[in-house]
């Protein structure tokens, strides 16, 4: 399932890029939260995170992600060399999928549906893509969400 007209939109964020390879993800979302804590920082949203650059061809080739953390301080001291704040961030007009199990494996095939879904609405990209954990129930889901608007072409 495929739902467009999609946002995310938080209030005083704390974000960081990060370099790696996806065998060392994990290492780079602990290091951001132990600048997190290191910085006194409280979370007041879900961690969410873009990946710009990817290779899914060659998982061997570094990613380029962005992690982002809403939190409740709105007036932060940081060394902005390493991380960065917004005092909001919004992302609109996007198109989102959600997956309950086997993140790993069905990340990558999400990407893919997202992009032919796009392809076949004749929409244009406009954001990377995004993933947002939620926990409802008890239950842990990834929504991944990619930036893409309708293309109208005008007749004279």
């Given amino acids: 399932m495929i739902v467009e007209g999609q946002k995310i939109e938080y209030r005083n964020v704390i974000s960081k890029y990060y370099t790696f390879i996806p065998a060392e993800m994990q290492l780079a979302i602990d290091d951001f939260f132990e600048i997190i804590s290191e910085n006194k920082l409280t979370p007041n949203g879900s961690f969410f995170y873009s990946i710009n650059t990817y290779n899914q061809k060659d998982t061997s080739e570094p990613i380029l992600a962005e992690f982002f953390l809403p939190v409740q301080e ?16 919004a992302v609109s007009n996007m198109i989102m999928t959600r997956i309950d199990h086997d993140f790993e494996n069905k990340t990558l095939e999400s990407y893919g549906k997202l992009l032919e879904y796009t392809d076949k609405q004749g929409m244009e990209l406009t954001a990377p893509f995004f993933h947002l954990l939620k926990v ?17 072409e005008y007749q004279k």
Wanted: glycine residues 4%.
């Fill in 136 to 152: 409802m129930d008890d239950i842990s889901y990834l929504q991944i969400y990619l930036g893409a608007t309708r293309i109208f």
């Fill in 74 to 89: 709105n007036n932060v001291e940081i060394d902005m060399e390493i991380l960065n704040f917004r005092t909001y961030f």
